[in-house]
């Protein structure tokens, strides 16, 4: 069995904040890191290095400006050592707070130490769950910290009963026997009892330049958040557009956290039996493929299956010489929210307090709230256009509504549609750019375009001998003269053209955010505490509950040109 050696961190400016070595006589951090950085980015998360004694395999992670890496000289899972990596930030930021920077890092060694040791023993993975980790390490509350500061004779040990203390004072017997369950704290108490749902879907979808889709992809993440005294057992129940007769065949490669059971779920799909650990975190995650196969295999009608907030088109070589392009959004009416008031609702659960279930509004049964599934609500729509390395410049951009960004470094350009905006009433946005190609080679001869697009070009020619002076036989040559030059115009005309044909876009992407729609149709029937299973609840208890949807695309909607 392969073990960790070490692990080392690196700051942006790749300085070594912080070595850990678990065993063995690992190679050195900065010899290390030279070896890395000579390997062209982007680097992969796996690297063999055959030329060092011993061999080494080094597994990175990229975060938060922060670099880790894990070497081992032996044979070891690959997938073990890269979610050891995510475990360990996850720790981190668990610990010291979100954004993980280096300074936190470095003001906070001796509990970083113990996490480090805590999590690897030896080289062998050992306990990685946030909950756990809490029981064993020991973090100074904020009146520590205070009254330390204010070098007092004696610092009085708070442990956790001291509101200000974040983790419980260590006993024996937790030193030794461990938390029942590793991923939840013992003796868990709240004042107000909450479990939330946030069901989270990222879209990835190609779609054609005549509109139909190539492929369409949801990617889920379900993260539950639990604050509930005691040791409740929880049983959540997902269900499908169609019910949950068809849920198996919906979700694909679903993935769980530690705490579900995986026998529920496979005996009736859609069931999450689980015990949680205390606060947020991931519960599950899934993918569905939003183009069901259809025993007919027609692709249009699958095609009519996939609904899409907003539909984008992307028109190419317009104008005289084809040197403008258009883009045109029509957006779904259905995704404008109930009202035009964002902040009337924003960021609220569509649930209810003390049911079984889940209600239908927050206010009371039946009201509508924008951003629930009655009426979801479109927020941060941006248009992102990539452009050709040929491109110069885009000489005009012409937006109905919206800010439009180009950046000629950035190669691309940014079309912002405002919140505001999007809630006005109109359903159709258009932009219009032209755009502008780079200047030829100078030392071409003198009737060369120096632009390569007609602005070197004189507007007429005078020829003395064409002047009307000329005699009736020189009309004729005139003439001829006159035909020919018509021929290169519509020549050079036709070249222009292909010129800007290059210069067009090949793919436009939307980015946006849906509160209160899934586009897999996945929904949260319920919510439900089994009081025969739980332990340490009152009678009385009866939690709020609430379930959010999200639907985002990172540039994850792509129509090719």
Not at 426 to 445: L, N, P, Y
Request: hydrophobic fraction near 35%; aromatic fraction near 8%; charged fraction near 20%.
């Amino acid at each position: 069995m392969g073990l960790i050696e070490a692990l080392h961190i690196y700051d942006e400016h790749n300085s070594l904040i912080l070595t850990h070595v678990y065993t063995g006589r690992p190679i050195s951090a900065n010899h290390l890191l030279p070896l890395y950085l000579e390997r062209p980015a982007p680097r992969p998360p796996l690297i063999y290095l055959p030329n060092t004694n011993p061999p080494t395999l080094v597994f990175s992670l990229n975060h938060a400006n922060l670099l880790f890496i894990v070497t081992s000289s032996s044979e070891i899972e690959p997938l073990l050592v890269i979610e050891f990596l995510h475990r360990v930030v996850d720790v981190f930021e668990d610990f010291l707070g979100a954004p993980l920077i280096a300074q936190k890092i470095e003001s906070n060694y001796d509990v970083v130490l113990q996490l480090l040791t805590e999590m690897c023993d030896a080289g062998i993975v050992n306990i990685t769950e946030p909950n756990a980790l809490r029981d064993l390490v020991e973090v100074e509350g904020f009146m520590g910290k205070l009254l330390g500061n204010l070098n007092l004779p004696t610092k009085p040990n708070f442990g956790g009963n001291f509101p200000g203390s974040s983790a419980p004072a260590l006993t024996p017997t937790s030193l030794h026997s461990g938390p029942a369950l590793p991923w939840r704290r013992a003796n868990v108490r709240h004042t107000s009892n909450e479990l939330y749902a946030d069901v989270i879907e990222t879209l990835k979808i190609t779609l054609a330049p005549s509109g139909r889709p190539i492929s369409a992809f949801a990617n889920g993440t379900i993260a539950f958040t639990s604050r509930v005294s005691g040791v409740p057992d929880i049983v959540m129940t997902l269900t499908g557009p169609s019910g949950k007769h068809n849920l198996r065949s919906l979700i694909e490669l679903p993935v769980f956290h530690p705490c579900v059971r995986l026998a529920k779920w496979s005996e009736q799909p859609g069931i999450l039996s689980f015990i949680p650990p205390d606060g947020r975190f991931t519960l599950a995650g899934y993918e569905v493929d939003l183009l069901p196969a259809f025993e007919s295999g027609d692709l249009n009608l699958a095609a009519k299956s996939l609904k899409l907030p907003v539909s984008l088109e992307v028109n190419t070589c317009l104008g005289p010489t084809g040197a403008d392009f258009e883009v045109r959004m029509t957006i779904n009416r259905a995704f404008w929210g109930a009202n035009s008031n964002l902040s009337s609702s924003s960021g609220r659960y569509a649930g209810g307090g003390g049911g079984g279930g889940i209600g239908r509004g927050i206010g009371g049964v039946g009201v509508s709230h924008t951003g629930t599934p009655a009426s979801p609500l479109l927020q941060d729509l941006t248009v992102t256009v990539p452009l050709p390395q040929d491109v110069r410049n885009l000489s005009e951009i012409r937006t109905s509504r919206g800010d439009a960004t180009y950046n000629p470094g950035d190669r691309f350009l940014e079309w912002t549609i405002s919140n505001k905006e999007l809630t006005g009433g109109a359903s159709i946005f258009t932009m219009r750019c032209s755009v502008v190609g780079q200047m030829t080679d100078t030392g071409e001869d003198e009737n060369s375009d120096p632009t390569g697009f007609g602005f070197g070009q004189p507007a007429y020619s005078y020829d003395v001998e064409s002047s009307y002076q000329s005699s009736a036989g020189g009309k004729g040559k005139n003439a001829e003269k006159d035909e020919k030059s018509g021929d290169e115009r519509d020549a050079f005309a036709k070249r222009i053209t292909a010129q800007n044909k290059l210069l067009m876009p090949n793919s436009a992407s939307l980015s946006f955010a849906i509160q209160g729609w899934l586009a897999s149709g996945v929904k949260v029937e319920s919510i439900v505490i089994d009081p025969r299973k739980s332990r340490g609840l009152s009678e009385s208890m009866k939690p709020y509950k609430g379930v959010k949807y999200l639907t985002v695309s990172k540039r994850g909607v792509e129509i090719r040109c």
